[in-house]
């Protein structure tokens, strides 16, 4: 998956942290770092250390004003501490206002170490952070409603079967990768007979059930010394009740997980027959949304394939 910010990057100087600081604080404090880190592909993310309790912290930083994805971000990191065990980070403050500076803001905990995509692990560590994270995932996926798949915050759907929820997502994610260009016209027709099938395919009983819905390496933080690292906890959590199989197949489209995740997760959720398949179509979802945002001929080609794949079998 791309690491490349899609919208512009927010050079934030250490005045402006310091004002956001004494917002969230109520008294001044002095910033002795700001370092940018790596991730936030659609939201500037820093390191910022400043003198006295609470140092460091993260903020994430919105480019613009009344930015809604960082008021839902808050939302949700306090949804997930209040109501689940899944290791997120605390919510500190957040702004959309652009009073205290022209952008809107975010600041949340800082989890310790550093992302998966980076760590050095031996081989014990890499089966430890599986399971660690197999277990976090299947008590997550215990959390369900009776209300209707989507979103926990800014989303005002009547409820409907989630072969039509996704359906909806499905086809919004196509039609913007349709108007990039990227995709070939013998690929769109395809791909359009395919989203016709999808329905019947996903048809099965299913609970809405709460996932992360963005987990792959630079949202899982790891932490500790080579063989005895351990997982800290995940970033960026959309927070959406959906059918758990499309978080799992989220965490299988970029290889993030292995059969040890699955053993641990198998132990509190059966993976019914037929999720080969079903995940094809959270893939082909995946993609789309990838070659619209980063509009890059590695997607678009992962795109077609996967089109190509499923219209043989279906």
């Avoid at 400043?50 to 009344?66: D, I, L, N, T, Y």
């Avoid at 995940?234 to 053993?263: C, N, S």
Wanted: a negative charge; proline letters at 5%.
């Amino acid at each position: 998956m791309a690491d490349r910010a899609i919208n512009p990057v927010v050079d934030l100087s250490r005045e402006e942290a310091a004002r956001i600081l004494a917002a969230w604080l109520g008294e001044e404090r002095r910033v002795v770092g700001l370092r940018r880190m790596t991730g936030g592909c659609v939201h500037t993310v820093l390191e910022v250390e400043f003198e006295g309790e609470g140092s460091p912290v993260v903020f994430k930083v919105a480019h613009r004003v009344h930015e809604a994805s960082i008021q839902a971000e808050h939302d949700v990191l306090r949804y997930f501490r209040a109501h689940t065990e899944f290791p997120v980070p605390k919510p500190y403050a957040c702004d959309t206002t652009g009073e205290v500076v022209p952008y809107s803001w975010l600041i949340m905990e800082r989890l310790e170490g550093g992302h998966l995509g980076e760590a050095r692990m031996l081989p014990e560590d890499e089966d430890r952070i599986q399971r660690a994270m197999g277990e976090a995932v299947g008590r997550l996926h215990e959390h369900t409603r009776a209300a209707g798949f989507g979103h926990l915050v800014g989303e005002e759907r009547p409820a409907e079967p989630w072969p039509a929820y996704f359906g909806h997502l499905l086809a919004s994610n196509y039609r913007d990768a349709r108007d990039t260009g990227l995709m070939a016209g013998g690929d769109r027709r395809l791909c359009e007979r395919v989203m016709e099938v999808a329905p019947a395919a996903l048809a099965r009983a299913v609970t809405p059930t709460l996932v992360h819905g963005d987990i792959w390496a630079t949202n899982i933080m790891v932490g500790g010394e080579p063989r005895r690292m351990q997982l800290t906890g995940f970033l960026d959590p959309g927070g959406i009740f959906a059918d758990p199989e499309y978080e799992l197949a989220y965490l299988e489209v970029w290889q993030t997980v292995d059969r040890r995740f699955f053993e641990v997760y198998a132990k509190r959720h059966r993976v019914d027959d037929g999720y080969g398949l079903r995940r094809m179509f959270y893939w082909l979802n995946t993609l789309l949304l990838h070659v619209w945002c980063f509009r890059t001929e590695h997607y678009a080609s992962a795109a077609a394939g996967l089109i190509r794949r499923l219209a043989a079998v279906v």
